[in-house]
């Protein structure tokens, strides 16, 4: 299993910041890729930002341009900066984490129990 540390969520004005950092542990051998989805209520979760262990990175269509996510490999931490925040970015975003647990096992996805943002004036 991976456990996640999520920090950074909160309330932003339209056109603000934020930073989201995640922290992934537990039985993990090797992370291929790391990053956020996000959610809202009656909707599916949509992928926001991924980066994957060689540093491809790839961005949802409405992030691009204003969220850059980096990654600490060392560390199974990862970091997305979003800015020029709307309202639409209001959501729980949630940790991702594309992992294997042994050389014997097929990677496997996991998520974190997510943080609030919440763009409002």
């Known amino acids: 299993q991976v456990q996640f540390v999520e920090s950074g969520g909160g309330l932003a004005q339209p056109g603000g910041s934020l930073r989201l950092s995640c922290a992934a542990s537990g039985r993990i051998l090797s992370i291929y890729a790391m990053g956020w989805y996000r959610q809202t209520p009656g909707k599916q979760r949509e992928l926001v930002a991924v980066i994957t262990s060689g540093g491809s990175t790839h961005y949802s269509d409405s992030a691009k341009g204003r969220f850059t996510i980096s990654r600490e490999i060392a560390k199974n931490t990862a970091s997305l900066q979003m800015s020029s925040l709307n309202d639409e970015d209001t959501a729980v975003y949630l940790c991702?984490?594309?992992?294997?647990?042994?050389?014997?096992?097929?990677?496997?996805?996991?998520w974190g129990q997510g943080t609030q943002v919440t763009v409002s004036s």
């Open positions: 991702y984490v594309r992992a294997s647990e042994s050389s014997y096992s097929e990677p496997t996805d996991y």
